[in-house]
């Protein structure tokens, strides 16, 4: 099978690997759009209208935000394998792939002949990947799992936001939580090919990768005093960690580890070393039984400096801080690493992946249009050329 060549010098981990995926929105995407960052090869199978996340906005230069994210360097291939023709070219391209990942409605596959054990079978070193949004074997599993519905029903909103309401994770925390999941598992899997020499069946939920993050709350509300409350910036077992305004009205977040740290915080920022002493903020499980008055001191001190000054008292006392900061913010933080990739007829700077590796082309190709590579894909595995599958 053809690979394309590739951008950087040092070949890629998955130089070699093939990847068939027939997705759409974000949790599959992202997790193939890893692996092609890692140096797959990953066909991207889409009905003629195309993955539906292309009509989410036309923020990155005209063109989804979503798909220009998790798509890049894919192959697209518009096919309609319910029908018998584009059903046996699917099959001629899984004959010489290693990976298929699938994110649809549970069963839609099976329905079409896709199942993935039965793929399996025909195809003993194929790694298949099946994302649901909770799972196939309970009574939650024909639940549609949109983000913010999982965020519900796994708890995780009912412990985010403030006291007065439940809030959403800003972003699509569940398939994003998902897509890593499911390439973790991938590649869990390849590693396990490399000595068996046979493929294996993976499989990720949206609510269980959500319920994984609700470890610390489950065991405090089933096996402790009951879970966490929610706190909006603030911490609800560490104190003080969380947010104080300055008279600029400029949100800070601070955080306190241990004794050392908190004397020095009441010696150089609060400039009260008395402070440290007071009996009601003598540990950290009496400053979190006080907070209220605790918070009130440091409010204080807040209040009564700017931004600059209350930064610059911080960083004397050596206490970790953190600025609450917009997008517009983020987007100018010294950390942000970007890398430009071709959108359309112009090119945008996207944020760099988060693994950094000697591998890197420090660009991002572009992603593909709609049936870009059909043409192409259906000439190579052309049934003249490949032979037809039983």
């Known amino acids: 099978m053809h690979v394309p060549a590739k951008e950087a010098s040092l070949a890629k981990p998955l130089a070699d690997i093939v990847v068939v995926s027939i997705e759409q929105a974000l949790a599959a995407p992202l997790c193939t759009g890893r692996l092609a960052e890692m140096g797959a090869r990953v066909i991207k199978i889409e009905r003629a209208e195309g993955d539906f996340s292309r009509g989410y906005d036309r923020a990155a230069n005209g063109v989804s935000s979503y798909f220009v994210w998790t798509n890049r360097g894919k192959e697209s291939l518009v096919m309609d394998f319910k029908q018998p023709e584009d059903a046996d070219l699917l099959h001629r391209i899984l004959a010489g792939a290693d990976v298929f990942v699938q994110n649809l409605a549970p069963g839609a596959l099976s329905r079409a002949g896709f199942d993935s054990a039965a793929l399996r079978d025909r195809y003993p070193r194929l790694i298949t990947?099946?994302?649901?949004?909770?799972?196939?074997?309970?009574?939650?599993?024909?639940?549609?799992?949109?983000d913010l519905l999982v965020q519900c029903e796994s708890g995780l909103a009912g412990i985010s936001g403030a006291p007065e309401a439940c809030g959403r994770i800003g972003v699509s925390i569940c398939d994003i939580g998902a897509g890593m999941n499911a390439a973790i598992a991938v590649l869990s899997a390849l590693a396990l090919r490399e000595r068996t020499g046979h493929g294996a069946g993976v499989?990720?939920?949206l609510f269980d990768g959500a319920a994984d993050w609700m470890t610390i709350p489950y065991l405090h509300e089933v096996y402790g005093n009951g879970a966490p409350t929610r706190q909006g910036l603030k911490h609800p077992s560490i104190a003080p960690y969380g947010a104080f305004t300055t008279c600029d009205e400029r949100d800070i977040v601070i955080?306190?580890?241990?004794?050392?740290?908190?004397?020095?915080?009441?010696?150089?920022?609060?400039q009260q070393p008395e402070t440290a002493l007071d009996r009601r903020f003598a540990s950290n499980t009496e400053r979190v039984r006080n907070r209220e008055a605790l918070d009130r001191v440091i409010a204080n001190t807040f209040a009564s400096l700017d931004s600059n000054a209350a930064l610059d008292r911080l960083s004397s006392a050596n206490t970790a801080y953190a600025q609450v900061r917009s997008v517009r913010a983020m987007a100018e933080h010294p950390a942000l690493r970007t890398w430009p990739m071709p959108v359309d007829d112009a090119e945008i700077q996207m944020i760099a992946p988060p693994v950094r590796a000697p591998w890197d082309a420090q660009r991002f190709a572009r992603a593909p249009a709609v049936g870009e590579h059909s043409e192409s894909l259906r000439a190579e595995f052309a049934e003249h050329d490949t032979g037809a599958m039983a």
């Open 203 to 205: 499989s990720v939920s």
């Open 129 to 146: 990947c099946d994302i649901t949004g909770y799972g196939t074997d309970n009574d939650a599993s024909s639940l549609k799992a949109y």
């Open 255 to 270: 955080s306190i580890q241990n004794e050392r740290e908190w004397q020095r915080f009441c010696e150089v920022f609060l």
